[in-house]
């Protein structure tokens, strides 16, 4: 149900790819926010943006996107937080809230913080959802219904601002967790990031083989690998950004799995029929304990119901200082 008031006056969207077309299309279904502006660094995503009608006023830059807004959202590589958020700090009107979408948290809160005025709230954020395409026209009202949103306010947040984003990615159809950023960078090390970094690998050395053509790694491609690597379709400039911000877990977690890896060759080398086989059942049982079966279907999202967002009204006229 549509809410009747919106929780944000003014919500300021930089960068609308994905992630931030998804929040502009589900923020206006939702009458989350009253208006939206929205900026994105090249001319013709901004051109995009204004003709799809996703924000009520396309801006040029980032300043011009944060003037009077009690919202901003930086939809933007985790590398590039830190100079955004210099650029539009003395620009942030008092009381405003500052958030962002990164995969990891740790060095946006590094980054950003410093250049944010005392006067705003720095609530960081990341909605545990995407799909493998990019740009304003991929993004989609119902992306994050029943997806995971972390928070990871820096200590002394102020409560109401927190409480204020909740309700917002909730109104969106989040479920929303709150944790530390060091955790969340951990957790995501392991669930997330480094998934995408065997992904990209596999797909290269799939590739590189030269016993086997490119045709037949295409046609013989089993559900298996073209399920998993999907995700390595995903944007390099964004994955290139997380992998180099959480260094440190990802690195901890690729050792671990290294580990793990030297188990099941070893016992592959030996013949260890037994060994190959405890290992398998044993994972087997955790995997189901971690997604219950009749939830793991051929859909994405592990196959559960994607329940359909209100459809939004049309589009609110927009003005674009590109015209």
Known sequence: MRLQQPIFERMALIGVGLIGSSIARAARAQNAVRSIVATARSPETRRRVAELGLADQVVETNVAAVDGADLVIACIPVGACGAVAKEIGPHLATGAIVSDVGSVKGSV?????????????????????????????????????????????????????????????????????????????????????????????????????????????????????????????????????????????????????????????????????????????????????????QSNGAAANFGRPHPEAPKPPLPRPYASDQE
Request: some cysteine.
């Open 109 to 293: 809160v590094r980054d950003m913080a410093p250049h944010l005025p005392a006067n705003v709230h720095f609530v960081p954020s990341h909605p545990v959802a995407g799909t493998e395409h990019s740009g304003p026209d991929a993004g989609f009202a119902e992306l994050f219904i029943d997806c995971i949103c972390i928070l990871t306010p820096p200590a002394g947040t102020d409560a109401g601002a927190v409480e204020r984003l909740t309700t917002l990615w909730q109104t969106l159809g989040a479920q929303v967790e709150t944790m530390s950023p060091d955790h969340h960078d951990l957790v995501l090390a392991v669930t997330s990031h480094l998934p995408h970094l065997i992904a990209y690998t596999i797909v290269g050395t799939a590739y590189d083989l030269r016993e086997v053509t490119r045709s037949e790694v295409l046609k013989f491609s089993a559900g298996g690998f073209r399920d998993f690597t999907r995700i390595a379709a995903s944007d390099p400039t964004m994955w290139r950004d997380i992998f180099l911000a959480n260094k440190d877990a990802v690195l901890e977690m690729l050792g671990t799995f290294t580990e793990d890896l030297s188990t099941v060759t070893r016992a592959i080398r030996r013949g260890d029929g037994d060994t190959l086989f405890d290992i398998f059942t044993q994972r087997r049982a955790i995997r189901r304990s971690i997604v219950p079966l």
